[in-house]
C-alpha cells in the first residue's frame, strides 16, 4: 500500500559527503513527519533527523552542523545531506514517515529498507 524506497548510501572516506534519499510511493493521502534513524552493528537504532510537513527539522547532536535534513513534499521525498564524515557515522541508515494512506483515517508509521553507509578513516 505504501512503501519507502531509500538510495544513496555508499563507502566514502573519512571528510567526504553523501546524500541519501527516501522517496514515498502507494495510496497517499498525506505524509506528517519524516526522519532517519541509523543503526550501527552492536548498537540501538537511533533518531538522526526529522522534519515536520511545514519544515520545522531538529538534529541529534552528534550530526548537528554536519547534517542536513530536507524535504520535497510534491515528490514524497526526504534527503539527508551528509557532510564531513566521520567514521562513527558507519551505519544502516533508515528512512521512516508518518504517512496517512488514502482509504484511513490515521497516519502510520513505515519504515524503509536501510541504506548502508560506511565511512572509512
Known amino acids: 500500500q505504501v512503501q519507502l524506497v531509500e538510495s544513496g548510501g555508499g563507502l566514502v572516506q573519512a571528510g567526504g559527503s553523501l546524500r541519501l534519499s527516501c522517496a514515498a510511493s502507494g495510496n497517499i493521502r498525506s505524509i506528517n513527519a519524516m526522519r532517519w534513524y541509523r543503526q550501527a552493528p552492536g548498537r540501538q537504532r537511533e533518531l538522526v533527523a526529522a522534519?515536520?510537513?511545514?519544515?520545522?527539522?531538529n538534529y541529534a547532536d552528534s550530526v548537528k552542523d554536519r547534517f542536513t535534513i530536507a524535504r520535497d513534499n510534491a515528490k514524497n521525498t526526504v534527503y539527508l545531506q551528509m557532510n564531513s564524515l566521520k567514521p562513527e557515522d558507519t551505519a544502516v541508515y533508515y528512512c521512516?514517515?508518518?504517512?496517512?494512506?488514502?482509504?484511513?483515517?490515521?497516519?502510520?508509521?513505515?519504515w524503509g529498507q536501510g541504506t548502508q553507509v560506511t565511512v572509512s578513516s
Open positions: 521512516n514517515a508518518d504517512v496517512r494512506a488514502t482509504i484511513l483515517r490515521k497516519y502510520d508509521g513505515y
Open positions: 522534519i515536520t510537513s511545514g519544515g520545522s527539522t
